[in-house]
């Protein structure tokens, strides 16, 4: 009975109107800056923004895959450190088996890497 009680739809209502509330908020101040706020249009404002700095040439010019490929093993192997924090945060319950299963995950780690060196993926001379 007391579970009943804690999922009735009427204990949601405090979330519904913080939320409707929320949304109304952000509503009312868009349309606020729309209608209350300055409209002077201009060739500057117009123009598209580049950080900054002006645009010269053509985007489209040819860039070397090397830049891609260090971004893509970055994102690769910073992604396979992250799996290393539940280990360290659980190593004394997980025990061997726990510790035989990192060593497998580092050795995995160590070979792709190894692999990367010796195609010189990190090689910018080439």
Known sequence: MLLETM?????YLPIVIQLLVAIGFVAVMMGATHLLGPKRITSDKLANF??????????RQPMSVKYFLIAILFVLFDV??????PYAVNFKSLGWEGFLAVAMF????VIGFTYIIKKGALNWEE
């Open 80 to 85: 396979e450190v992250i799996f290393f924090y």
């Open 50 to 59: 580049e950080c900054g700095i002006e645009e010269e040439g053509n985007a």
């Open 106 to 109: 580092v050795g995995f780690f």
């Open 7 to 11: 999922n009735a739809p009427i204990n």
